[in-house]
């Protein structure tokens, strides 16, 4: 089924332009998006970071396999994959400036421990954006995302977009900000 999520009307709703142009990182970010399924939005990513490097982490090697081979048919070899969950990330301690997720939100069952894995990775003030879009059925609306974010020590800075297509951005906390929740 993985042929629905490269759907030429997926863009309609939220195309790949959209998500990485509202990804505010630099040319050589280290970038992880988590749960990049078949990599709809993985090439317009790593067109963004020619300098850097995107990460991309599925559950599921297949989806690696297709996202990997999207990338390079587009001529693009700043890139890597990683199979694992979301509960336990395997990566070194600050190893991100940025993290991204689009419609994988509210499928993660252990979200504490996600958040605490996404809070190791990045780097301080890192960016951990999240994506979420109409039709899926996990749908969270942004207030609720952003209140589950500051729960974890999280601090909201943007939502773009509209009530039922946005994108949620927080900042991990610097080195000697107030960390709730930890």
Not at 62 to 78: D, F, P, W, Y
Request: charge should be negative; charged fraction near 25%; proline fraction near 7%.
């Amino acid at each position: 089924m993985s042929w629905v999520l490269d759907l030429p009307g997926r863009g309609l709703i939220m195309s790949a332009r959209t998500v990485a142009g509202r990804l505010p990182v630099r040319p050589d970010a280290q970038v992880l998006e988590v749960g990049s399924g078949s990599g709809y939005y993985s090439v317009e990513v790593a067109r963004r970071i020619p300098d850097g490097t995107l990460t991309l982490l599925d559950i599921q090697p297949e989806m690696l396999a297709k996202c990997a081979a999207k990338l390079t048919s587009a001529g693009l070899e700043n890139f890597t994959t990683r199979q694992a969950d979301g509960k336990s990330l395997p990566f070194d301690d600050g190893s991100f400036d940025a993290l991204f997720l689009v419609t994988v939100f509210g499928e993660i069952a252990e979200r504490d421990a996600f958040l605490r894995e996404a809070d190791r990775v990045l780097r301080p003030n890192g960016l951990l954006s999240i994506t979420e879009h109409h039709p899926d059925p996990d749908f969270e609306p942004a207030h609720e995302v952003a209140e589950c974010l500051k729960a974890h020590g999280f601090v909201p800075l943007q939502t773009l977009g509209w009530r039922w297509a946005y994108t949620l951005n927080a900042s991990k906390p610097g080195v000697g900000e107030s960390q709730v929740g930890h």
